[in-house]
């Protein structure tokens, strides 16, 4: 009998954990390796918790998929080859030194033309014969809004009224701040917030403004007028051509988002302030301690002095700043240096004693170690963010125009240094690598971001998978949260039509007040000339009195004459 009792309530264990499992289906059409990295962290967690999983990403099969055993994954397998040939002449060079109304084209560019191979791979077809041939039916929609919406996002209509959650891992901007129950342009005010691809600081002079703001502008109006209408051609072409027939446009969609998992933090953006809907969870890709193999230790604890963690691929340098670097390295024969993740030999005849090359390591082994004080990493989020984590102060170097944000985000906020690849020589590295380590400012505001993120009331990870649970049990929870979008104008969203009014009085009061003057003025001048001509009349009347006088009294003297005569 406790068998059987024993028995039933296993199966009713297994029953409720499968009444609980969800089917989600994760749209990544972005496929850089930054997202990868945020995207799979999150994904994978679902999967231990037996959710669902059908992944359409625009990556072939990497090591990242080898931790999920039930996924179903959808591969996209033009992207990458495709942007690699359309890209790969163009040199970091080339794009460190184009202008930043260039590099808009070149970003958005790159997004048409993700989206054309999405379209044109067998995997889109696939992912299509599920919603049309298969009709499955999902509990939730997973979409990266990295960079905004895409050609994937049109997928969601065709899988009924699927909540949709979206995730950013990257810096929020006005694509992935989705109008949903707020404009973007009403959270990120050009005179306020440094546009994404510039490097401009947060305090802006006059012209710096006034370039901040036509660079908002021309995004605006690109997007507006040249990549939607692109990528919403290419999208009903493709449709056309298989006879499915979905809206062009992405409006009916935006109300199923039902929240975006972003990956933010105040002391990384300029932006101080979030919208409802979205939901912070910064470092969710970070992991906790990881012990490190006893050679890379015994090598780590050598040095008296601190370490410095390398970690970016060594063909980003060129020759001449990659034997900078080697050489600034001898030069600190006293610390230790570990350089990750090169994909190239950086040792040997041109490394020193104190250099260790490791390859298939992750940069959460290194930094956590109590000695390592500094890490050369580039200015992407999920490294920066990993090193602040661990206490660890960030020297970036830059690679590409997208990375100058952040990197003066850091420079701002003295939470870290920065180079520009191609800019720096091997004093301004040095001096650069001395400052990292023995500038107490920058280690004490870096050790208090990693309070931040540590210390949180809860990690990023379990808030993130609350929130998508919580979306795919309750789909409507939410809409309280997304139907206050204001229908005020851009005049009165800004209190414009009020300052108008004020300043319209304020110009009426001067305009009135130089008009008295004017008139007082008037008014005391012909006052003035009044007062001069009757003095002046006086003066004449006085004349003329005393000619009369003096004529009268000439008249009498002649009169007495000749009366005295007479006598």
Request: charged share 20%.
């Amino acid at each position: 009998m406790n068998f059987k009792a024993i028995t039933l309530a296993i199966v009713l264990l297994i029953a409720a954990e499968q009444c609980r499992a969800k089917n989600i289906l994760c749209l990544l059409g972005v496929g850089t390796q930054t997202t990868n990295k945020w995207n799979y962290a999150l994904l994978n967690e679902l999967e231990q918790r037996d959710h669902h999983l059908t992944v359409v990403t625009s990556n072939p099969a990497n090591e990242f998929e080898d931790s999920f055993l039930n996924a179903e994954f959808i591969h996209l397998e033009k992207t990458q080859t495709f942007l690699r040939q359309r890209y790969e002449a163009l040199t970091h060079a080339e794009l460190l030194h184009q202008s930043t109304w260039k590099f808009v084209v070149h970003w958005y560019d790159r997004q048409m033309a993700t989206c054309r191979a999405n379209l044109e791979s067998i995997g889109f077809s696939e992912a299509l014969h599920l919603a049309v041939k298969e009709k499955r039916q999902y509990d939730l929609i997973i979409y990266d809004v990295t960079y905004g919406a895409g050609c994937l996002l049109h997928l969601a209509y065709l899988f009924g009224q699927t909540p949709i959650v979206g995730l950013a891992s990257g810096h929020l901007n006005v694509q992935n701040l989705l109008p949903l129950s707020v404009a973007a342009g009403e959270l990120l005010n050009p005179s306020l917030h440094p546009y994404v691809l510039s490097d401009f600081g947060r305090d802006m002079s006059y012209w710096r403004r006034w370039h901040n703001n036509a660079l908002y502008a021309f995004d605006y109006l690109y997007r507006k007028l040249l990549v939607n209408p692109v990528i919403e051609g290419i999208w009903s072409t493709n449709m056309q051509s298989k006879s499915i027939v979905t809206p062009k446009k992405f409006d009916k969609l935006l109300p199923r988002f039902k929240a975006i998992l972003a990956n933010y933090h105040p002391s990384l953006h300029t932006l101080q302030s979030l919208p409802n809907y979205i939901v912070p969870v910064p470092g969710l890709h970070i992991q906790g301690p990881q012990k490190l193999n006893e050679d890379v230790l015994k090598f780590v604890e050598s040095f008296k002095k601190e370490v410095i963690l390398i970690d970016m691929e060594k063909n980003l340098l060129d020759s001449d700043h990659s034997q900078a670097l080697l050489d600034v390295i001898k030069q600190f024969p006293n610390n230790g240096f570990v350089w990750i993740n090169a994909k190239g030999k950086v040792s040997g005849k041109n490394g020193g004693k104190n250099l260790l090359q490791l390859n298939n390591v992750e940069a959460g082994q290194i930094l956590g170690h109590d000695k390592v004080k500094c890490a050369i990493v580039l200015p992407e989020l999920l490294n920066v963010q990993e090193a602040l984590y661990h206490g660890v102060t960030p020297l970036t170097i830059t690679t590409s125009p997208e990375q100058r944000y952040l990197a003066q985000r850091l420079l701002e906020r003295k939470l870290g240094l920065n180079l520009e690849l191609y800019k720096f020589d091997k004093t301004q590295l040095h001096d650069t690598l001395k400052s990292c380590l023995n500038d107490k400012t920058l280690h004490k505001n870096a050790q208090q971001f990693s309070a931040s993120l540590k210390k949180q009331p809860n990690p990023s990870l379990e808030t993130a998978i609350w929130w998508v649970e919580h979306i795919s049990e309750n789909p409507q929870a939410q809409d309280h949260l997304l139907d206050a979008k204001s229908s005020l104008s851009f005049l009165a969203l800004r209190g414009l039509d009020i300052l108008l009014v004020v300043e319209i009085f304020l110009v009426l009061c001067a305009v009135n007040s130089v008009f008295i003057l004017r008139q007082t003025f008037l008014n005391f001048k012909n006052a003035a000339q009044k007062a001069k001509a009757k003095a002046k009349k006086s003066v004449n009347e006085r004349a003329v009195d005393v000619v009369r006088k003096e004529k009268k009294l000439s008249a009498d003297k002649k009169e007495k004459k000749a009366k005295a005569k007479t006598s």
